[in-house]
């Protein structure tokens, strides 16, 4: 079965400029959560997605925002980038997003903003 | 607010020695927990997990991690250890809450050298 797969895996933006990451989770899995990490702040939880709705979401500004499709793909989009925003954009898929399940990860996408 | 603390945030040891990673985390309640590893160039991948039953659980590649409820640590251990362990390795904390979905709180994480 093949893993969880993040488009494109490198990007150099500039600032102000705004970015869409991609993200196609495991075939069958439902739940996609995207988080950031960096050196400063490791790995931080940014939001969920499940059956095309956001159902949870991290402590981040409303630049950040994302999308899920009925194939349960999802989509990461940061408007008006800044330097900070620069960091290593994960993407991890699960059955259901329940307590229960286990997040398989993507290799990520690495976002430069310049 | 729940968080999780890496004791270590860098070890360096020679091959064979024995590796033990400390993990605390902070929250009462029912959790889920799980250690990660990200070797050099490469994904998050899962070593082990737990989510109930035996406290003593063991994952890939000769890792097991010991679940101690009333100290809140999910330490992770490997007998000795090889030039191949070299990676960074995170604790993960599922917490059972109103807004847990698909959401894991991850420690600062513990970068492993193994040297030969």
């Known amino acids: ?114 | 607010a729940q968080s999780v603390s890496q004791h270590n945030h860098h070890v360096i040891l020679s091959e064979a020695a024995s590796l033990e990673l400390g993990c605390n985390y902070s929250y009462g309640g029912t959790v889920n927990l799980f250690w990660y590893v990200q070797y050099p160039g490469q994904h998050l991948q899962l070593l082990l997990k737990y989510f109930s039953g035996d406290p003593l659980v063991k994952g890939i590649k000769g890792f097991e991690a010991e679940f101690i409820k009333s100290k809140f640590s999910f330490n992770l251990r490997k007998p000795s250890v090889q030039w191949s362990d070299t990676a960074e390795y995170f604790c993960a904390v599922n917490a059972k809450t109103t807004d847990s979905w698909g959401k894991l709180q991850f420690g600062a994480g513990t970068q492993v050298v193994v040297t030969p």
Not at chain 1, 39 to 51: A, C, K
Not at chain 1, 80 to 104: I, N, P, R, V, W
Request: net charge positive.
């Open chain 1, 1 to 114: 079965k093949a893993g969880v797969t993040q488009t494109p895996r490198y990007l150099i933006k500039t600032r102000g400029q705004q970015v869409t990451l991609s993200c196609s989770p495991i075939s069958g899995h439902r739940s996609v959560s995207w988080y950031q990490q960096t050196p400063g702040q490791g790995l931080q939880f940014l939001f969920e997605y499940f059956s095309e709705t956001q159902r949870n979401k991290g402590n981040f500004p409303g630049r950040f925002s994302g999308r899920q499709f009925s194939n349960s793909r999802s989509e990461m989009n940061v408007s008006t980038l800044e330097l900070g925003d620069s960091a290593l954009y994960l993407c991890a898929s699960s059955l259901e997003g329940s307590f229960t399940d286990t997040q398989y990860f993507g290799p990520g996408t690495r976002l430069t903003v310049l």
